[in-house]
């Protein structure tokens, strides 16, 4: 109501006289409070201070990458859902940990070094160097002082020569990169029978008790989840594009302002005639491959039609085509290609050209120059550009307009009317489906649902359109009644009785090859069908089957001499019963190429599992106390 009183007599000399001592107020105590949190001592860690500044900015840090994350769509009702406070409190405490630690241990990094790492960051070079300008932009675009990031990347230092300290004499050895690496591709096949519950439906007779037990057991599955329903103002800037009136000069101004985005590099337009070589053919191959490109090549130059010759011997998928390969600029092609097409002239033939794919000849059969497009061919494109973003710019300030307008407890519809406005609701919907007539990510929905009933949203962004958002209702979570489910309960529960007899089936079934019975055999008595696998890895899977728990332990499990598993396995598909057909070891060749790969991959789980158990020993071991809650 008190904002609303003040919208509606902004002027009056009443409001002025409020706003007064709402400021003298604001500034005698809020000051304080804001300068007393800063001074208040949050924790003790080992005996020494997490202060209200150190927490404020871990706080601050965090909240600012959760918003870079959420972009339009971030409303500060998140900071309870992602428990901020806890985290940046939690973050701090470990970094007075690992200091302290790195301190015991006579750990420190020098300016040189802090100097070093930043100038070696990749994010601040130009062509390879260091740049100031590029270094204070990119600082800029994230919202962070010099002195911040040099904070946060001391911190790094630090932390990365603990972690060398720490793990100067964790290896990882022979053995065990063979190993992860076998475990990782040597390969299996099985054959596999499929009981289908499809088969045993008919046979099905539900009982009333049995179903209500199984309910009663499922209960959960029939949970209806938490749901909203929400009101919203859509403020779409293309309703505003009438509004924009553009002058020359804006244009003009925009495209003396941007010219680098009009200007396009230099292309060459090129046919080539590829005879293919593999990188690590044999010299007589290679040999071979050359003379006979060496061949065409003189033909080529005695004025042959360059496309008939490509027609006749080209490898490559241009062949067809007579080898055309279009315009084309820097960064298309293979780098060798690359660099002598763009070395020749017009009309030039090259010598041969080895690449990855062979030996090339290649044609240039014209030339575009580096060039900026002329205003006048890029005129309309700029002048979408400016209507788009000024249209944007005029639908964002109306919804700003209209947020300010609102009372903050007025209901969206009502101040839709009195603003001949139309606002639109949504049916219910939970937090994993998309929001009806909107769509929108879960990031959005995840805003949506941290605001309580009644309470609206700031102006969000979505897919360039402005909104503003009310809760209009919510449902709480609720596990329905047997009745109110009974179509959906019937069909789960006869699909359950069908499975189960599959199951038991199959286990008759499997029950009787560990008596000794034949498989194809007794896959013909119960008629049903045996299948083979192809090979596959313990992260691979048997498309036939599909997702099956348990699968890739028990198959990679059974041998020639135990070629069935003890139980029967099963999915949403049925019943399966496996059985052992071949194992296919490891290629030796191809381990050698990759070991040095699996060996940095097996370090780096043991460095971040070794220093996670080093961090919570120090936990355990610290003497931490809060005294003040976070807020």
Not at 171 to 177: G, K, L, S
Not at 286 to 297: G, I, Y
């Amino acid at each position: 109501m008190l904002l609303s009183l003040m919208r509606k007599h902004a002027k009056s000399w009443l409001i002025k006289f409020l706003i007064a001592i709402i400021a003298v107020v604001f500034i005698f105590y809020f000051g304080y409070s804001f300068r007393a949190k800063q001074g208040l001592k949050i924790a003790l860690v080992n005996g020494e201070v997490i202060s209200g500044i150190e927490y404020q900015k871990a706080y601050w840090d965090l909240l600012e990458g959760l918003r870079r994350q959420y972009k339009n769509v971030w409303d500060d009702n998140l900071i309870e859902v992602f428990d901020l406070k806890r985290r940046a409190l939690d973050n701090l405490i470990n970094q007075k940990l690992i200091s302290q630690e790195a301190i015991r241990l006579g750990l420190e990094v020098t300016e040189s070094e802090l100097q070093e790492a930043i100038m070696d960051y990749a994010a601040f070079q130009i062509d390879g160097r260091f740049d100031l300008g590029r270094y204070r932009a990119v600082l800029d675009q994230n919202r962070m002082t010099a002195e911040d990031f040099e904070e946060e990347m001391a911190k790094e230092l630090l932390a990365g020569k603990l972690r060398q300290f720490l793990f100067a004499f964790m290896t990882v050895t022979d053995q065990e990169v063979l190993d992860q690496y076998t475990y990782a591709n040597e390969k299996t096949k099985i054959s596999f029978v499929h009981f289908k519950p499809d088969a045993f439906r008919e046979s099905i007779r539900p009982d009333q008790a049995a179903m209500k037990d199984y309910f009663e057991a499922h209960k959960e599955e029939y949970r209806v989840p938490e749901k909203i329903k929400v009101a919203y103002l859509r403020i779409d800037p293309e309703a505003f594009t009438d509004q924009v009136k553009l002058a020359d000069r804006e244009i003009e101004t925009y495209y003396e302002y941007n010219i680098e985005t009009f200007k396009e590099p230099k292309q060459v337009k090129a046919r080539h005639i590829l005879f293919k070589l593999r990188e690590d053919a044999s010299e007589e191959k290679d040999k071979a491959v050359r003379e006979k490109a060496e061949q065409v090549l003189k033909q080529a130059r005695e004025n042959k039609d360059f496309a008939a010759l490509a027609k006749e011997y080209s490898e490559g998928p241009t062949k067809d085509k007579g080898g055309d390969l279009g315009y084309f600029a820097k960064g298309r092609m293979v780098k060798p290609f690359e660099e002598a097409a763009f070395r020749m002239k017009k009309g030039d033939i090259s010598d041969l050209v080895r690449t990855p794919f062979g030996y090339h000849i290649i044609y240039i059969e014209d030339i575009k120059e580096e060039r900026a497009k002329p205003l006048e061919e890029v005129r309309e494109e700029i002048s979408k550009t400016l209507v788009n973003s000024v249209s944007a710019e005029l639908a964002h300030e109306t919804a700003l307009s209209l947020i300010d307008q609102m009372p903050y407890d007025a209901a969206l519809e009502k101040f839709a009317v009195e603003n001949n406005l139309e606002a639109t609701h949504t049916e219910y919907f939970s937090q994993d489906e998309p929001i009806p007539g909107i769509g929108g990510d879960q990031k959005l929905r995840q805003t949506l649902f941290s605001f309580e009933k009644g309470q609206s949203s700031e102006v969000l962004e979505i897919d360039g359109k402005f909104y503003i958002f009310q809760i209009a209702d919510r449902q709480t979570s609720f596990l329905p009644e047997m009745k109110d489910v009974e179509s959906e309960l019937g069909e789960d529960f006869t699909a359950h009785l069908a499975a189960e007899a599959a199951k038991a089936a199959a286990q008759g079934f499997l029950a009787e090859l560990k008596a000794g019975k034949n498989w194809d055999e007794l896959a013909e008595q119960n008629g049903v069908e045996t299948q083979t696998s192809d090979f596959f890895t313990r992260t691979g899977s048997v498309a036939e089957i599909g997702y099956l728990p348990d699968l890739q332990e028990i198959a990679f499990s059974l041998n020639k001499a135990e070629p069935y598993p003890d139980k029967v396995l099963g999915n949403d598909k049925g019943a399966f019963v496996i059985r052992w057909e071949a194992k296919e070891g490891i290629d030796h060749a191809q381990f050698d190429k990759d070991k040095e790969k699996y060996r940095f991959s097996l370090m780096q789980t043991k460095h971040r599992q070794a220093f996670g158990k080093w961090i919570e020993s120090l936990k355990n071991n610290a003497e931490i106390k809060l005294l003040n809650p976070v807020t």
